[in-house]
C-alpha cells in the first residue's frame, strides 16, 4: 500500500492490523481510480509522525460518533452531520479527494462489507449503521 515504515514503525501505528493484506483486495476493486493513484502518492510520502497523526484524528472522530450515539444523538441531526464532514475532510486531507456522494458510498460499504462493520461494532454496536447513515445525511444536505 505503499506505506514507508519499518516493521517496529508499522507496529507502533497499527497494532496487529495489517494494511498490506487488504492491498491487493483493495487495487482490484479501485487500482484503475485516481482516488487510488492519490492515496497511494500520499501515503508512500507519509512518515511514522504523519501515520499517528492519521490514527488519532481518526481515533477522535469514530469515538465522537460513539459518544453522539450512546447520548441518542439521531444520525441525521446537524452535529452527527458535522462529525462526518469532519470524517470525509480526514480522508480528503490524509488519503484522497472524496467529494460527498464519494463519501456516500463508502459510508454504505461500512455496513455492506462484513470486515468495516466488524471494525465500528467493536468500538460500540450499532455504530457501523449510525456512521453509514450520518454519512448519506451529511452527502445530502451537501446536495
Not at 507502533?12 to 485516481?34: K, N, Q, S
Not at 481518526?58 to 459518544?67: G, L, M, Y
Not at 455496513?111 to 465500528?120: E, I, L, W
Request: aromatic share 10%; charged share 25%; net charge negative.
Amino acid at each position: 500500500m505503499g506505506i514507508s515504515l519499518t516493521p517496529e514503525e508499522r507496529f507502533e501505528v497499527f497494532g496487529d492490523w495489517l494494511p498490506e493484506e487488504y492491498a491487493a483486495e483493495a487495487e482490484e476493486r479501485w487500482g484503475d481510480t485516481e482516488a487510488w493513484t492519490q492515496s497511494q502518492r500520499r501515503t508512500a510520502a507519509m512518515s511514522k509522525e504523519d501515520w499517528l497523526r492519521v490514527k488519532a484524528e481518526s481515533d477522535d472522530v469514530e469515538r465522537r460518533f460513539a459518544t453522539a450515539m450512546a447520548a441518542g444523538v439521531a444520525p441525521d441531526s446537524a452535529h452527527a452531520m458535522d462529525v462526518a464532514e469532519e470524517h470525509r475532510q480526514h480522508i480528503t486531507r490524509w488519503s484522497y479527494d472524496c467529494p460527498p456522494a464519494m463519501h456516500a458510498g463508502l459510508g454504505q460499504l461500512y455496513v455492506d462489507d462484513p470486515r468495516f462493520t466488524a471494525y465500528y461494532e467493536r468500538i460500540a454496536p450499532g455504530l457501523a449503521q449510525y456512521l453509514s447513515t450520518a454519512v448519506q445525511a451529511n452527502a445530502a444536505r451537501q446536495g
